[in-house]
């Protein structure tokens, strides 16, 4: 049977799950850990393998979404924490931060697990992880004609955009460097990098530079964005979308309440029913006021070099070496999400929710 959705401008279901996680209130905490998807072939899913540092108790809640997306919650060393997998690409960062704020009340941390690539391999060869400082996003730039470029062209118009950078979480960020620091091994000789700054592709292909039979026009694209900007040192396509988002939700103005309205008047859509997988007791609560007015996004992200772009041989990291940065890069992410003070009136209730203690 289909589930029914109502307001078409944010569609929830009559239960109040959102439309494409899936989730509602009381099945995501105020701290998340963004496990980005892309998995080597031979790896575990990378949400599954920072889910094995949860407590044994309350059992993890699971939840598969048919629009791809999955979620864990449980709790850390005794707090709440959610894992969610997202997959690729800002418009996917774009349902799990917005999805995700309308359903939890209070400040929510985030951290972005994923991968990257190296545009300079003597500072950040593949295995490198990297906390980028800040963010610049490449888009490109629909109005170039990409099949026939010398005709009817402005002079000026460049093939691709290049944004200004934007910031994560001073203090989160320190967490994260220091938190992956300590869970690093003892004898790993892998490099932790917190003083560069990242740029997020609209695309994998023509807007990282890579070359393709398609006529993109981005032959020196990686050349242009590293003379334009400074400290640039990895490339991959979710990271600017979060901080930029965090940015914009911190700068908003607070005069009026940002409790969602919970009347619904627009015609009902449909789709097929999203299946929680709850792995303990407790049920997740219904409707709540979520976004308490001054309520704020902390967001860093830590980044594990997959491919060094611009090293002679184009060099890729192996499985092995994956499994073993995921395994600890996955506690250092959860240790620094811990860390970070979020006040008690600040977070989302634990009554019927399913990190609950019963």
């Known amino acids: 049977m289909k589930d029914q959705l109502t307001d078409a401008n944010f569609p929830r279901t009559a239960d109040n799950r959102v439309y494409h996680l899936g989730l509602k209130p009381g099945e995501i905490a105020n701290r998340i850990a963004s496990a980005l998807s892309d998995v080597t072939v031979g790896s575990p899913s990378r949400a599954l393998t920072i889910a094995t540092h949860l407590d044994e108790t309350p059992k993890k809640f699971r939840l598969e979404s048919e629009r791809g997306f999955q979620t864990i919650t449980g ?20 349902f799990f931060v917005r999805e995700t704020r309308e359903s939890i009340t209070g400040d929510m941390a985030i951290v972005r697990l994923g991968s990257c690539g ?56 320190q967490l994260v460097v220091k938190s992956l620091e300590n869970a690093r091994p003892s004898g790993d000789q892998t490099s932790i990098l917190g003083d560069l700054v990242n740029a997020s592709a609209d695309s994998f292909y023509s807007s990282q530079g890579r070359l393709t039979s398609f006529p993109d026009h981005n032959v020196n694209l990686v050349e242009e964005l590293l003379e334009q900007v400074d400290s640039l040192g990895t490339l991959e396509m979710e990271t600017h979308h979060l901080y930029h988002l965090a940015k914009c939700w911190n700068r908003r103005p607070t005069k009026s309440s940002s409790v969602a309205d919970t009347s619904h008047s627009a015609p009902p859509l449909t789709t097929g029913p999203v299946q929680p997988v709850a792995l303990g007791s407790g049920a997740s609560s219904g409707l709540a006021a979520v976004a308490i007015t001054d309520s704020k996004l902390h967001v860093s992200a830590a980044q594990m070099v997959f491919a060094a772009r611009t090293s002679a041989n ?6 092995e070496r994956v499994n073993a940065i995921e395994e600890w890069g996955g506690k250092g992410v959860l240790e620094a999400l811990i860390a970070y003070d979020i006040p008690a009136e600040r977070l989302h209730p634990e009554e019927g929710s399913v990190w609950a203690l019963t």
């Not at 709790?75 to 774009?94: L, T, W």
């Not at 610049?136 to 170039?144: E, G, H, L, Q, Y």
């Open 75 to 94: 709790r850390y060393k005794g707090i709440p924490v959610s894992i969610v997998s997202i997959g690729m690409g800002a418009p996917n960062m774009d």
């Open 314 to 319: 184009r060099d890729f990291i192996n499985p």
């Open 118 to 173: 190296s545009l300079n391999h003597s500072s950040a060869p593949v295995g490198t992880v990297v906390v980028p400082k800040a963010c610049v996003t490449i888009a490109r730039n629909v109005n170039f004609d990409f099949g026939n470029p010398d005709e009817d062209q402005e002079k000026d118009t460049k093939a691709y955009f290049i944004s200004k950078p934007v910031e994560d979480n001073a203090e989160l960020h």
